[in-house]
């Protein structure tokens, strides 16, 4: 099955400098990697995800990177706000059709103002 | 809010018990999938159903078993609960996987203790 690493497992910003979280996977039919953000308490929520057919995406402070060839994606986050502490996952989906994903061990972000 | 929603969301009981959590998906979702996190594991796939049959099986103990009901609910059955079966436990959905855009959506976790 598929298996995505994550790093680093916990990062430590200033407010406003920027947040590089990275993932690689195994498989290498997976073809969607979304990012979710987990609040404390709360479920996981998608922030961005990306396609296999593209190389970047970006939304407002968020952009996420996708290297095929190297297996690795990477997510982004510019000018960073004390509410951008959280833990974020990557994930990749499994064989076509079943839709599943697996996910990395998460990153635990903290933003100090 | 997901639209994904999970019950009970807190659950205490003792080694040896069998417990239900059960998830509604979102309004129009087909699939469900049941994750697990705990502390030293991250977030497991256990099992996905969609349209009520069984879609993709993930590390699911034997011990475990789940369904998907006509209306869509689907329910994850516990049972010979032991400690290390504490955990935080998600429902998930999404749409029609053949189509586009198929996002999966989170509850908010059904968290169960065992003791």
């Known amino acids: 099955g598929e298996n995505v690493e994550q790093h680093p497992s916990t990062l430590s910003v200033q407010e406003g400098d920027s947040a590089v979280i990275k993932c690689t996977y195994s498989?290498?039919?997976?073809?969607?990697f979304p990012w979710y953000k987990q609040e404390l308490g709360k479920g996981p929520q998608l922030i961005i995800d990306?396609?296999?057919?593209?190389g970047e995406k970006k939304d407002q402070r968020i952009a996420v990177t996708l290297n095929k060839t190297a297996k690795h994606f990477s997510l982004h986050i510019t000018e960073t706000q004390p509410e951008d502490s959280a833990v974020y996952f990557c994930a990749a989906r499994g064989q076509t059709g079943a839709n599943n994903l697996f996910f990395g061990t998460g990153t635990r972000l903290t933003v100090i103002p | 809010d997901s639209g994904v929603t999970q019950t009970p969301k807190h659950l205490i009981t003792a080694t040896g018990q069998r417990v239900t959590l059960r998830c509604s998906p979102r309004?129009?979702?087909?699939?469900v999938y049941w994750y697990q996190q705990s502390l030293d594991q991250g977030l497991q796939f256990l099992i996905q159903?969609?349209?009520?049959?069984?879609?993709a099986k993930g590390n699911i103990l034997e011990r475990f078993s789940a369904q998907q009901f006509p209306d869509l609910h689907s329910e994850l059955n516990l049972s010979s609960l032991e400690l290390g079966d504490s955990a935080l436990y998600f429902c998930?959905?999404?749409?029609?996987?053949?189509?586009?855009?198929?996002?999966?959506?989170f509850g908010e976790g059904s968290w169960l203790t065992v003791v």
């Open positions: 990306i396609r296999s057919n593209v």
């Open positions: 159903y969609y349209n009520g049959e069984e879609r």
């Open positions: 498989d290498s039919a997976s073809n969607y």
């Open positions: 998930a959905s999404s749409a029609d996987p053949a189509l586009k855009g198929n996002t999966i959506y």
């Open positions: 309004s129009g979702d087909l699939s």
